[in-house]
């Protein structure tokens, strides 16, 4: 079993910042990728952006220039570094962890952190 802690989320103004992280744990644990996702009320779940294994990086085209991920591999630990927040950023956050087992890639997911962008 794979446990995801989350931290960082909160209310902050409108050209504000927030760093959100996320730990993993579990025994056996080989991560092939980490990232953020999130979902706005009304909406789907939608990618924000996610790290490799190997650093590869991919960043939903709204967030680009404004948010930067990060991995600390010896702590299995992502973070999510977010400036110049909009308020249509504000939804709930989700850590999505790909974890490899075996020839098998199964994704774990967060409980969620609340990010809320607003005056």
């Known amino acids: 079993q794979v446990q995801l802690v989350e931290s960082g989320g909160g209310l902050v103004q409108p050209g504000g910042s927030l760093r959100l992280s996320c730990a993993a744990s579990g025994s056996d644990l080989i991560i092939n990728a980490m990232g953020w996702f999130r979902q706005a009320p009304g909406k789907e779940r939608e990618l924000v952006a996610t790290?490799?294994?190997?650093?590869?990086?991919k960043y939903a085209d709204s967030v680009k220039g404004r948010f930067t991920i990060s991995r600390d591999g010896d702590r299995n630990t992502v973070y999510l570094q977010m400036n110049t927040l909009k308020p249509e950023d504000t939804a709930v956050y989700y850590c999505?962890?790909?974890?490899?087992?075996?020839?098998?890639?199964?994704?774990?997911w967060g409980q969620g952190t609340q990010v809320t962008v607003s005056s």
């Open positions: 999505n962890v790909l974890r490899t087992i075996g020839l098998r890639i199964v994704p774990y």
């Open positions: 790290i490799t294994n190997i650093g590869t990086k």
